[in-house]
């Protein structure tokens, strides 16, 4: 079992549709991170979020840190081709900085 | 410049062999990490180092051993390579923000090592 569960693990939509990907955790966090990873290279940092019940947004991605700041979410409207990839939710256990978890990915195409 | 460079960005060796992946980070962070990534995309740290002493070295076989010369450079040596090697090892730095948070972490972009 992992700490961090994302979900779908895959998803393939139409440009213009809205999605929304998961990230669940049993354990509680300081703060998530949301990364994202294009083929070929290194993952990079979208977002990190550190209130409970926190909304950010990020042009059309918008970000939610649970109350509980067990779980999170990445909302996509009106996708486009270009954000295509592997997204992946990360967080430290204990607070803990320099030893970094990630979620297995939920990996997003959209096609034209 | 980049930030966060590898070398090699390919790697096919024959099992048995021992190899070196060097990283180097011009961003002045005193935390760089290893990190394996499967071919079924999962990312998993391997090692974390802040200012050249190790603190975090994860469930990895001894054949994988972290060598950090200065706090710029944390380089991944591995041992008698396996089939099972073979994978993305990406090396990341970030600052420590200690109880304030996570700090970004800045990937390279990794090296493909094909075990044959």
């Known amino acids: 079992t992992q700490l961090l569960e994302q979900s779908p693990q895959f998803l393939s939509i139409q440009e213009g549709e809205n999605l929304t990907v998961y990230c669940n955790s049993s354990?509680?966090?300081?703060?998530l991170q949301w990364y994202r990873q294009e083929p070929g290279e290194g993952p990079v940092l979208l977002v990190t979020v550190v209130t409970g019940g926190e909304v950010k947004k990020l042009k059309r991605l918008t970000f939610q840190f649970g109350d509980a700041r067990k779980d999170s979410s990445l909302h996509i409207t009106a996708a486009q081709p270009g954000d295509t990839g592997l997204y992946l939710c990360?967080?430290?256990?204990?607070?803990?900085?320099?030893?970094?978890?990630f979620g297995a990915g939920t990996r997003l195409t959209v096609k034209p | 410049d980049t930030a966060v460079s590898q070398t090699p960005k390919y790697l096919v060796t024959q099992m048995g062999n021992d190899k070196s992946i060097k990283c180097e980070q011009n961003l002045g962070h005193d935390t760089m990490y290893w990190y394996k990534q499967d071919s079924k995309k999962f990312l998993k740290i391997m090692f974390s180092?802040?200012?050249?002493?190790?603190?975090i070295n994860e469930t990895v076989p001894n054949r994988f051993s972290p060598k950090s010369p200065d706090k710029a450079h944390l380089n991944l040596h591995i041992n008698s390579l396996e089939l099972g090697d073979s994978a993305v090892y990406f090396c990341?730095?970030?600052?420590?923000?200690?109880?304030?948070?996570?700090?970004?972490?800045?990937f390279g972009p990794g090296t493909r090592l094909l075990v044959l």
């Open positions: 990360a967080g430290a256990p204990h607070n803990n900085g320099n030893d970094m978890r």
């Open positions: 180092y802040n200012n050249k002493e190790l603190i």
């Open positions: 354990s509680v966090f300081s703060s």
């Open positions: 990341a730095s970030s600052q420590d923000l200690g109880n304030r948070g996570l700090g970004t972490q800045y």
